[in-house]
């Protein structure tokens, strides 16, 4: 069943003036919406200005049909989707490479000794391998002289057009050209969607993954595509040792991002796609946060 939220707010207008509203209801991706994205919701929504205090004072999750048209098809709004996974301690992403230790370098309770009475800090500390989570491959991971993170610029990964191509990991798990013909996909980002995100943290994940073929990487790449995604655990057959896809990806340029997840709310196409990395030197792939701007 979808939800709605029921709420109640008060804004007040930095030139004067305040706006209340009582049992006001809001169309919500998922099972509960902070405060903070309320307020921003309502701000937008009314189209409000010189906005200074607000105030969520009740606020009830209710399970209720959404009375908008979706977003996507209005057009009126952008929408944002999170395609990443959380990256947390003691995470295993690929077999064989070590989980990340997400821990306190300065804690909150120890921070206290520097601080007057009421003031405290946290300062976090995080060991792991650069193939964590979702991760986006550029030319250096695959090239000893390719282009490293800080060397790729913020057009290549950052408010791409996009296209998803749906190919049910139940139909098949090697993903052919055939599969990607019909699609305009020049100058795109291509997220391929197989649904096996449903897997992620099982056993089931990392064995007997959906994969594109050599010549599937070969056709996009003569295609002239930005990008390729996919929501597996790798874009490549990891039964051998072989990796063509990354090499004739990473080859030209394009970039890989795996282990995206949640595709299926991403429609076909009509969406920009992002998935930014920081700006390490020598360093060729790095987790992100990968997203979808519906328009």
Known sequence: MQKRVKFDFEIYFTNGGSLKGNDFRLDIDGDTISDQALIDHIITDLRLLMVGQARILTKEIIAEAHKRKAIAETGKQTHLIDLSHTIENGLVTYKGLPAPIVCDYLSRENSRQFYETGTEFQIGKIEMVTNTGTYLDCPFHRFAHGNDL???GLDAFADLEGVVIRVPHTESLAITEDYLRNYEIRNRAVLVHTGWDQFWNTETYYENHPFLTAEAATYL???GVKLV???SHNIDDTRGRSRP????????DILIVEHLCNLALVPAG????????PKFKGVGTFPVRAFAKIR
């Open 221 to 223: 790449r003569d295609c």
């Open 229 to 231: 995604g996919i929501d």
């Open 150 to 152: 800080s060397e790729v």
């Open 245 to 252: 896809v990354h090499t004739t990806l990473l080859g030209a």
């Open 270 to 277: 009509g969406f920009l796609f992002s998935a930014v990395p």
